[in-house]
C-alpha cells in the first residue's frame, strides 16, 4: 500500500481567502479521502473522491482528482478562522496510510 | 450512536513500564487500525484488524508492540517496556466494512509520555 503527500506543510491566510492544499500519492487507486484534524483531537472524515471522480464538492470544500498526475487538491472556499487545523489525504488500502498533512492557519 | 472510544485519553508512565491502551470500536465496524502520531507530525501506520483475518502488523516498529482484538470489537494496544520515544498520541479508527471506499471513524487518541 503507499500513502498520500500532502503540501504545502503549513499554509497561513487570512480570514475569506481561500486555501489550496494538494496531495500526491505513487501507485493506482480506488479512491482517495481527505481528513481534517483540530488540534489534540482525531482525525476527522471530509470527502472522498473516487478514482472515476474528477472533481467532488461538499459546502466550502471542493476536491479535484487527477488520476493522470496522481495528484489531488482540496480547496476551502472563503476560510473561516474554524478552519484553522490539519489536512491530511488517505489512499485506499487495507492499512490506510496517511501524509504528514498541511497545517492550515486561518488569521481572523 | 456513540464514536471509537480510546481509553485512558492520558497516560504517564516510567521508562521501561509496560502500559495498555484500549480503543473500543463503532459497534458493527470490522475494520479497526491503529496509528501513532508524534508531536507536529503525521500517522505513523501500526497495525490493521479485519474482522477474523489475521492482522496486519506491518506497522509495528519492534516486538515491543503487540495488539490484540477480542471477539471482533475492542482492541488494546499493548507496549511493554516502554521506551522515552514511545511517547506520542495513539490514534485509532475503525470503519463499517473494509471496503475501499469507508470513512475512518477516529477517536480521540491516548496521550502517551514515557518519562
Known amino acids: 500500500s503507499q500513502q498520500g503527500e500532502e503540501d504545502p506543510q503549513a499554509l497561513s491566510i487570512q480570514e475569506g481567502e481561500n486555501a489550496t492544499m494538494n496531495c500526491s500519492y505513487k501507485?493506482?487507486?480506488?479512491?482517495l479521502q481527505w481528513y481534517r484534524q483540530n488540534s489534540g483531537r482525531g482525525l476527522v472524515h471530509l470527502i472522498l473522491?473516487?478514482?472515476?471522480?474528477r472533481e467532488k464538492h461538499s459546502g466550502r470544500l471542493r476536491v479535484t482528482l487527477d488520476t493522470s498526475k496522481k495528484s489531488s487538491s482540496l480547496l476551502i472556499t472563503a476560510s473561516r478562522a474554524a478552519d484553522t487545523a490539519s489536512y491530511f489525504c488517505?489512499?485506499?488500502?487495507?492499512?490506510?496510510?496517511f501524509g504528514a498533512g498541511t497545517r492550515l492557519t486561518v488569521k481572523p | 450512536g456513540a464514536g471509537v472510544s480510546q481509553s485512558p485519553s492520558n497516560k504517564v508512565t516510567e521508562k521501561g513500564k509496560d502500559v495498555e491502551l484500549r480503543c473500543d470500536p463503532i459497534?458493527?465496524?470490522?475494520?479497526l487500525y491503529w496509528y501513532r502520531q508524534s508531536l507536529g507530525q503525521g500517522l505513523e501506520f501500526l497495525i490493521y484488524?479485519?474482522?477474523?483475518?489475521?492482522?496486519?502488523k506491518s506497522g509495528l516498529p519492534s516486538d515491543r508492540f503487540s495488539a490484540e482484538r477480542t471477539g471482533g470489537s475492542v482492541s488494546t494496544l499493548t507496549i511493554q517496556r516502554t521506551q522515552q520515544e514511545d511517547s506520542a498520541v495513539y490514534l485509532c479508527?475503525?470503519?463499517?466494512?473494509?471496503?475501499?471506499?469507508?470513512?475512518?471513524?477516529f477517536g480521540n487518541g491516548t496521550r502517551l509520555t514515557v518519562t
Open positions: 501507485t493506482s487507486i480506488n479512491n
Open positions: 479508527a475503525s470503519s463499517l466494512v473494509a471496503d475501499r471506499n469507508s470513512p475512518l471513524h
Open positions: 484488524f479485519q474482522g477474523n483475518s489475521a492482522p496486519d
Open positions: 488517505a489512499t485506499d488500502g487495507n492499512d490506510m496510510r
Open positions: 473522491i473516487r478514482s472515476n471522480e
Open positions: 459497534s458493527g465496524h470490522t475494520a
